[in-house]
């Protein structure tokens, strides 16, 4: 009885593109795909047919039928049409006899979109935890309030925000201080990287006091406002992408868990749950569905984490999931917020969080 043996130089099936602004320009990770097939006990003068499907086309000058030899290996080289990608797409392999057709095989490929923005967890990273009491005292003294907005201590509301609203954010880690801290090195190579940073050393229990603070600046709290009301994560993903593929476009950071605004314990919830990681890599499945490596500060890498967390979104519906955050939790409905590095650098205003520090 005949047999027929396919294989491919692919990695579970799987053949991603870089991404790109043109879908056109995009980058085959794998180039050439090659197919391999072996038959075995085929009578003489029988054939091979390779049949593919639209996305898929055959190298300058090769055939998809091919002359078939018992026990040899035949091989076609294939390119991909980046422009397919994201799809599932299935080739078969036919073997022919003088009378008729013998064996056939059917196999499929995975094609998938990969950026990366350049943050490598390992080096950008910190290396310890975010915890509340990483720095002893949960709020940080006046002098990093002054530093971290414009006017510092100046106006009649400073009291109020530092007292108030400003000890709040504190009390509940530092997620978004060391993220933005992290982003920010990462972007200056003339600084020791985070991975080497020790959280004893002062220069950098300032820095990410004060990244973190700054989440009360206007550029912040209006970026996060934005995505509140429009609360599609879709859009979130698409300035990651943007961020990627554009050289002129700020890196971003990711707020998670937010609640979502139509909940009536909003602003009790707002304050005592969310999250910020650095997302670092994303790859677009066939389902759109975008798997994005992420580094969290609560999870820095390590033996006790060599993978990357990953955060899901459905680009098709606009939704979300990463560890116990969902859209879709009844019970804790939540969101993702844009947080570019942009809004948190250089001293800035704080006007709506000293409107904010009024309320009771």
């Not at 933005?180 to 990462?186: D, I």
Request: charged content about 20%; glycine content about 8%; some cysteine.
């Amino acid at each position: 009885m005949a047999e027929l043996v396919v294989n491919d130089n692919l990695l579970d099936g799987e053949a991603g593109v870089r991404d790109a602004l043109n879908p056109a320009e995009r980058e085959p990770l794998v180039d050439p795909i090659v197919i391999t097939a072996t038959p075995r006990n085929c009578p003489p003068a029988s054939e091979l047919v390779l049949q593919l499907p639209a996305g898929l086309y055959l190298a300058a000058g090769q055939r998809s039928d091919r002359g078939a030899i018992d026990g040899v290996q035949t091989t076609w080289d294939l390119k991909l049409d980046p422009r397919a990608a994201p799809g599932r797409f299935s080739y078969s392999v036919r073997l022919v006899g003088p009378s008729g057709p013998l064996a056939s095989t059917r196999r499929t490929i995975i094609t998938t979109v990969h950026g990366a923005t350049g943050f490598d967890a390992a080096r950008d990273g910190f290396r310890f935890a975010n915890a509340p009491n990483l720095f002893g005292n949960t709020r940080p003294s006046l002098t990093v309030f002054t530093r971290s907005f414009a006017g510092g201590w100046q106006g009649p509301f400073s009291r109020y925000v530092f007292n108030r609203i400003y000890d709040s954010i504190f009390s509940f880690g530092l997620c978004t201080g060391m993220a933005m801290a992290a982003l920010q090195l990462a972007t200056d190579l003339t600084v020791v990287p985070a991975a080497e940073r020790s959280p004893l050393d002062q220069e950098t229990r300032v820095l990410i006091q004060t990244m973190h603070g700054r989440q009360l600046s206007d550029a912040a709290l209006l970026r996060t406002g934005l995505d509140l009301v429009r609360n599609n994560p879709r859009r979130v993903f698409r300035a990651l992408r943007l961020s990627v593929l554009r050289p002129d476009a700020a890196p971003v950071a990711f707020h998670i868990g937010v609640p979502v605004l139509f909940r009536r314990d909003f602003f009790r919830a707002v304050v005592r749950q969310g999250h910020t990681v650095v997302p670092h890599s994303y790859r677009i499945t066939p389902g759109r569905i975008a798997e994005v490596a992420v580094y969290d500060p609560a999870f820095p890498p390590g033996p006790d984490n060599p993978s990357p967390p990953i955060l899901r979104i459905d680009l098709a519906r606009g939704a979300y999931s990463y560890r116990d955050w969902s859209s879709d939790d009844p019970g804790n409905r939540t969101t993702l917020t844009l947080a570019p590095l942009t809004a948190y650098s250089g001293r800035r205003s704080r006007i709506i969080g000293s409107v904010s520090s009024l309320l009771p």
